[in-house]
């Protein structure tokens, strides 16, 4: 019973996106453009995106996810939806899951469509297999989702929920090894980074551009599951029925 009414919620967001076409061409087109623009700035500096290409493709989907989530979750709350939704037998971890299960299909279509034109359009060169950035890309943005539907939990209008982008979001960016490498950084800089979801992202990304296999590609990727699945426990434990 309680997959019927997971996939009931799943099924019920993704009707929503589909007469939403802002929120599709965010999640599936704004990450290769942004990606198409990366690689245009850089197309007269011979290795630069190849650099940090495969880092971008992390980056990309975590932060379009986290933004398209966190807001629509919390439309859910303000226009008193999860409040009728939680009248009937639907438990805060369906309603959770199913969001995370709609837009992880969402993120699947996503990684096809920015790694393909990462590695097609922009020529972007890598010694280890396609699907491997493409897994990557597609946990990024579950984790993106994960991070949304947390923020959504304590925010109270959509512009605290992009409020919250400088707190989950920035420091994970400026810290998680895109910039500088970690092991470059000081030790208390580096240390935090250590409990920062991203910097494993961006560590897996660039283990598989350098052809590296087994533990040293999924090891880290592993630890960035595990910080979703918090992120999602977290979520369903928090969530309230409605916003003020």
Avoid at 216 to 232: H, K, Q, R, S, Y
Wanted: glycine fraction near 8%; include cysteine; proline fraction near 5%.
């Amino acid at each position: 019973m309680n997959g019927i009414r997971l996939f009931a919620t799943a099924g019920r967001v993704l009707a929503q996106l589909r007469h939403d076409p802002r929120s599709i061409a965010l999640m599936l087109i704004a990450p290769s453009l942004l990606v198409g623009l990366f690689a245009w700035l850089f197309s007269d500096q011979e290795g630069v995106f190849d650099q940090f290409g495969g880092p971008i493709l992390a980056l990309f989907p975590f932060i379009v996810m986290f933004l398209i989530t966190s807001i629509t979750t919390l439309r859910e709350r303000r226009s008193g939806t999860l409040e009728r939704l939680m009248t009937t037998p639907l438990a805060k971890s369906d309603f959770i899951l199913g969001y995370a299960l709609a837009f992880g299909l969402m993120a699947l279509l996503q990684a096809v469509i920015t790694v393909s034109f990462a590695v097609w359009v922009c020529g972007l060169e890598t010694d280890g297999p396609l699907w491997q950035l493409g897994l990557v890309a597609v946990v990024d943005a579950l984790l993106g989702t994960a991070l949304g539907l947390l923020a959504s939990a304590f925010a109270q209008t959509e512009f605290q929920a992009v409020q919250f982008m400088p707190l989950l979001v920035f420091p994970q960016i400026i810290l998680g090894g895109l910039f500088m490498p970690r092991d470059q950084m000081p030790d208390v800089l580096h240390a935090i980074s250590d409990w920062l979801p991203l910097s494993y992202a961006i560590d897996t990304i660039n283990a598989v551009s350098a052809g590296d296999e087994g533990w040293d590609v999924f090891g880290p990727l592993l630890i960035v599951v595990a910080f979703m699945l918090g992120a999602l426990v977290l979520a369903s434990l928090t969530l309230r029925r409605r916003t003020p």
